[in-house]
């Protein structure tokens, strides 16, 4: 779908007309692109006292091949660096209005990285407070901030619990500041997870995650090796099923899971038949058409799954049947419930009954920001919503230990059909309420489900990462 407004205040004439009247610009936010390098130019990277992940930040960052440069709170980095065999140097600010050379240390940095996960008590915030006081001007546009830190739960003491708590307000407050398409998120790694952290340092680095912001992801330690995969190809020889994948943001996961390397089994109702063998027969993959609410469905999924079963599940189909309670039918109730929430719920039942969701297996539902903050007109659709989060919550204890991570995504407004049918005020009001002031792309989904699908994410489970472009909306 087209965002008109955001096109025009890009526009030569546009832009200066915004200017002049004191508009809003929405940045247009750099997305990943297979023609072009995931990862390039300079990382600026600052430590509070004692930082536990800078050893394995190094490797990472090396890794991507991006240049990290030190700023003064992190020392340690320079030997780091060149251990790994990484070009560094030390971060110079960009002085207030000046615009650096791109590619000198002085220069505009692509992100900045904060290893906070040493910080035991609010005593030791300076450093905090003095690396994103000098490097945030230096952030170029669609830059990325992510900073490091523990799980509160594990602290060993309450101040250490308390001070890393507040760093959700500093990295969230910093997404709302820096705007320009600039992404702001926090990874919490338990100790002894910090190996497990690539994949998601890789995603909210990239351009992949260019409507997720101000989100906090909790790295867990496992008790198995990671699979042997590739970078490039991370999916390849898995199956993925995909539910809801003839149109919007499920044919948009289909691609994705399919660019990187998933064979892809799509389901949609029959009469999106059509459309769904569209979609399917350009990325190679086979067309289910079912309705996930059928009573039958389950098995005859487990059945065309055959022996060679699954290894992800994306339980995207999804339906609004919007009215206030009072007005509500009880048919309109009961489908969005049946299909949003008990249908994921039956289809899970018979696939893990049935082994046919393999041992080391991903789950991942979509759910909304309605089923955080609730909404007007919304309740059967906020009701599901929020049960795909309970079920998230409530499962992945119980999947451990076939090493399968269950996690959900919850999208705020992304431009669909769905979203087309919105009226126009408070379809405007949902696109700009955030601060990325413009709604997402189906890829913006697609993509954080292809994250939480890798190989490597084995150490995030039991989770609910919000594709919202940071919305106010249940914040
Ligand atoms: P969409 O209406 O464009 O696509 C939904 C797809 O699901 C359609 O192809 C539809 O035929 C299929 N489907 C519906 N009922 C089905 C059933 N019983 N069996 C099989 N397939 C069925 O919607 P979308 O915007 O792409 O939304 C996809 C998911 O994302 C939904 O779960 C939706 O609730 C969720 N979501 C969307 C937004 C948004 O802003 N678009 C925001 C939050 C959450």
Redesign the pocket.
């Known amino acids: 779908m087209n965002d008109s407004y955001l096109n025009f205040v890009n526009s030569p004439f546009g832009a200066r007309l915004a200017s002049s009247l004191g508009l809003p610009k929405p940045e247009v936010l750099r997305r990943y692109r297979a023609d072009r390098p995931e990862f390039e130019g300079l990382i600026a990277v600052g430590a509070g006292p004692q930082p536990r992940m800078l050893e394995a930040l190094a490797g990472m960052i090396a890794r991507t091949g991006m240049t990290g440069v030190a700023h003064e709170s992190a020392g340690l980095w320079i030997p780091l660096a060149q251990r790994h065999g990484m070009l560094t140097g030390r971060f110079e600010p960009v002085a207030s209005g000046a615009r650096g050379a791109s590619g000198s240390a002085q220069g505009r940095m692509s992100a900045l990285l904060f290893d906070a996960s040493g910080i035991e008590d609010t005593t030791q915030f300076d450093t905090l407070y003095a690396f994103f006081h000098d490097a945030l001007r230096s952030l170029d546009k669609c830059g990325r901030i992510v900073v490091f830190g523990r799980p509160p739960e594990v602290c060993a003491t309450t101040r250490q619990w308390t001070a890393q708590r507040a760093l959700e307000g500093f990295t969230r407050s910093l997404g709302k500041e820096a705007r320009r398409g600039i992404t702001s998120n926090l990874i919490h790694v338990a100790p002894g997870a910090e190996a497990l952290a690539e994949a998601t340092l890789r995603f909210f680095l990239s351009p992949r995650s260019a409507y997720v912001s101000g989100q906090v992801v909790r790295i867990e330690t496992v008790t198995h090796a990671l699979p042997v995969f590739d970078w490039k190809q991370p999916l390849a020889g898995r199956r993925a099923l995909v ?10 996961i289909a691609e994705v899971l399919s660019a990187e390397g998933a064979q892809v089994i799509g ?3 029959p ?2 038949k059509e ?2 063998d569209r979609t399917m027969r350009a990325l190679n993959g086979t067309a289910l058409a ?5 009573p039958e ?1 389950p098995a005859q999924l487990a059945a065309a799954l055959d022996e060679n079963g699954v290894d992800i599940i994306v ?6 049947k919007d009215k206030t309670i009072a007005k509500m039918t009880a048919a309109a109730w009961h489908s969005v419930i049946d ?2 929430l008990a ?1 994921q719920e039956r289809i899970d039942d018979t696939l893990l009954e049935a082994g046919t969701l393999r041992h080391g297996g991903r789950i991942i539902g ?5 089923g955080i903050a609730g909404n007007r007109g919304q309740s059967n ?1 906020a009701t599901s ?1 929020a049960g795909v989060i309970g079920r998230v919550q409530s499962m992945a204890p119980h999947l451990l230990e076939r090493h399968i991570t269950i996690n959900a995504v ?10 087309a049918k919105i009226p126009l005020a408070i379809r405007e009001a ?1 696109r700009r309420m955030n601060s990325m002031s413009q ?2 792309q ?1 890829v913006d ?1 697609a993509q954080t489900i292809a994250w939480l699908a890798h190989p490597a994410s084995a150490g995030v489970t039991g989770q609910v990462v919000r594709v919202c472009g940071q919305s106010l909306l249940g914040a």
């Open positions: 539910t809801g994948a003839a149109r919007g943001i499920g044919a948009s389901v949609d109702i009469s999106a459309v769904l079912f309705d996930i609410a059928a469905t339980h995207n189909a999804g339906i609004t299909i949003n249908a979509v759910s909304s920001i309605s659709y919503k919850a999208p705020g407004f992304i431009e669909t059909q769905m979203t949902g709604g997402g189906p989904v």
